[in-house]
């Protein structure tokens, strides 16, 4: 029935959207709802965020993701960061959105095509070409596994630096969430948000890994 109500609702161009209306409907026309005034892709997939303990009350985060792009070198697709807010005592279901935003994730393919690939957000000034040559070094590097341990530095002592062996184990089991550029180096932020990051710099030119680090980010 909700549902049905949010249908009627959107056909007849009422405005704003709820953030139960909006996860009330399909895909795609919940983000023709919350991304009303947006130039966007057809929305495949809605998911809301856990909450964020840096997040002040009364905000619900979403995610909505356009179809993925097949490109030569791997995936590409954006998804859209939608905030709701609703006021101190006001009921969940009633927040609106306050900010939205676009955001770039690329992958590499898995047996040749982009099916239940794990995306990487894009960070910098990357594009996705740029940023899915970074995750190629990356993975070209770790494939070889020599001389990883030379360039390895650990602050949580987790053993991470204690041979090339235990370093090559560990870069392959983490997943790419981040591929960005710092001070001129290209990075991969390997493992989960709000967990222990391994940071890994490469070189393009060399198609090589110059550093690998792993630490625990600062708390927000």
Not at 82 to 98: E, I, K, L, N, Y
Not at 152 to 173: H, P, V, W
Request: with cysteine.
């Amino acid at each position: 029935m909700n549902s049905i109500l949010a249908l009627v609702m959107l056909s007849l161009g009422q405005a704003p959207a709820t953030l139960a209306e909006v996860l009330s409907l399909p895909p795609k026309p919940a983000g023709e709802r919350a991304l009303a005034s947006e130039a966007h892709g057809e929305i495949v997939e809605v998911e809301v965020l856990p909450p964020r303990g840096m997040n002040p009350p009364g905000v619900v985060e979403v995610d909505m993701w356009e179809s993925t792009n097949t490109l030569y070198a791997g995936c590409q697709r954006q998804s859209w960061m939608v905030t709701f807010r609703h006021g101190r005592g006001q009921p969940r279901d009633s927040a609106q959105p306050f900010s939205k935003y676009a955001q770039q994730h690329v992958a590499l393919k898995d047996g040749g095509n982009c099916v239940g690939v794990r995306f990487a957000e894009i960070g910098g000034t990357l594009s996705a070409d740029q940023a899915l040559s970074t995750l190629i070094v990356l993975q070209e590097a770790v494939k070889t596994g020599r001389r990883l341990k030379s360039v390895c530095q650990d602050k949580t002592k987790s053993g991470l630096c204690r041979s090339d062996a235990r370093l090559k184990q560990e870069l392959e089991r983490l997943s790419p969430w981040v591929v960005t550029n710092q001070d001129g180096a290209n990075e991969v932020w390997l493992g989960l948000p709000g967990q222990p990051i391994t940071v890994v710099t490469t070189d393009a030119e060399n198609r090589a890994i110059t550093k690998v680090s792993r630490y625990v980010p600062a708390p927000f």
